[in-house]
């Protein structure tokens, strides 16, 4: 079972996980446990104080650092007594490196987490140096606090849990898995509003299927990403689907441009 500790002054906004969807299931079916800590519960102060004003001036307020070291103590602590030999410090933090598939990946071979989601401008930085392993950032765009983050990341790491998806393969073909964005999906109707399913899909021959979802991805990725494409290691097969989709692409776009001349 995996051992997720939260750091966060709003535990109850972690109910969004506990409470709904996959991650509610793979909490009751025990693949990983959460816990929160308020750093407001380690304080000695009658306001329960955990922040105050930066040095040097300046807007807004900074976390102090030793409620929060206190709450990550204890919070290793806890995962130590259940035969967590190094549980790993994670802070959500715009100044992290970037949360992509490899981070996420190397992220869930670990037991143990402590994600520390912090608040208003930020920690102080010598509780950073002193016990954060790892900063993670979502993306480049500044949000209220770490909780949203926070639960971004724990919902990826859960779905990668063994059991978790009732499809084994869902994880595998998810965007990104394969370092390539998905391919597109139908469901029924065969037809909606003029638009048809692609007929290879209803084809039943499996092979030209499973090639024309690959080509789809490495024309998605091409378009959309072009720089997870120049960092996969393509195959010849791959070089070919994508120079036949830019072809059909290409093709479509004349066709397209011709109807409304």
């Given at each position: 079972?995996?051992?997720?500790?939260?750091?966060?002054?709003?535990?109850?906004?972690?109910?969004?996980?506990?409470?709904?969807?996959?991650?509610?299931?793979?909490?009751?079916?025990?693949?990983?446990?959460?816990?929160?800590?308020?750093?407001?519960?380690?304080?000695?102060?009658?306001?329960?104080?955990?922040?105050?004003?930066?040095?040097?001036?300046?807007?807004?307020?900074?976390?102090?650092?030793?409620?929060?070291?206190?709450?990550?103590?204890?919070?290793?602590?806890?995962?130590?007594?259940?035969?967590?030999?190094?549980?790993?410090?994670?802070?959500?933090?715009?100044?992290?490196?970037?949360?992509?598939?490899?981070?996420?990946?190397?992220?869930?071979?670990?037991?143990?987490?402590?994600?520390?989601?912090?608040?208003?401008?930020?920690?102080?930085?010598?509780?950073?140096?002193?016990?954060?392993?790892?900063?993670?950032?979502?993306?480049?765009?500044?949000?209220?606090?770490?909780?949203?983050?926070?639960?971004?990341?724990?919902?990826?790491?859960?779905?990668?849990?063994?059991?978790?998806?009732?499809?084994?393969?869902?994880?595998?073909q998810d965007s990104f898995s394969a370092g390539m964005l998905d391919w597109p999906h139908y469901t029924r109707p065969e037809e909606w509003r003029g638009m048809r399913v692609p007929e290879v899909l209803s084809s039943g021959n499996h092979a030209a299927i499973a090639r024309w979802r690959r080509k789809q991805a490495l024309g998605r990725t091409w378009e959309r990403r072009p720089e997870l494409v120049d960092e996969a290691a393509l195959t010849r097969e791959d070089r070919q689907l994508?120079?036949?989709?830019?072809?059909?692409?290409?093709?479509?776009?004349?066709?397209?441009?011709?109807?409304?001349?």
């Open positions: 079972m995996k051992r997720y500790d939260v750091v966060t002054i709003f535990p109850a906004m972690f109910e969004a996980l506990t409470g709904h969807g996959i991650t509610r299931r793979a909490l009751e079916e025990k693949r990983f446990e959460l816990h929160t800590w308020d750093p407001r519960d380690f304080t000695s102060d009658n306001y329960r104080r955990v922040d105050d004003r930066p040095y040097g001036g300046g807007p807004g307020m900074v976390m102090m650092p030793e409620p929060l070291q206190a709450a990550i103590e204890a919070a290793r602590s806890r995962q130590r007594a259940q035969a967590v030999a190094k549980p790993v410090v994670v802070l959500m933090s715009p100044q992290g490196e970037r949360l992509g598939e490899k981070v996420v990946q190397e992220l869930s071979r670990e037991e143990g987490l402590v994600i520390v989601a912090g608040r208003y401008e930020g920690l102080d930085e010598r509780l950073v140096r002193a016990s954060v392993d790892r900063e993670i950032s979502i993306g480049d765009y500044v949000v209220s606090g770490g909780e949203l983050p926070a639960m971004v990341l724990m919902d990826a790491l859960v779905r990668k849990l063994p059991g978790v998806l009732n499809d084994e393969q869902s994880a595998e994508l120079e036949e989709w830019q072809r059909e692409k290409q093709a479509l776009r004349e066709q397209q441009e011709q109807q409304q001349q």
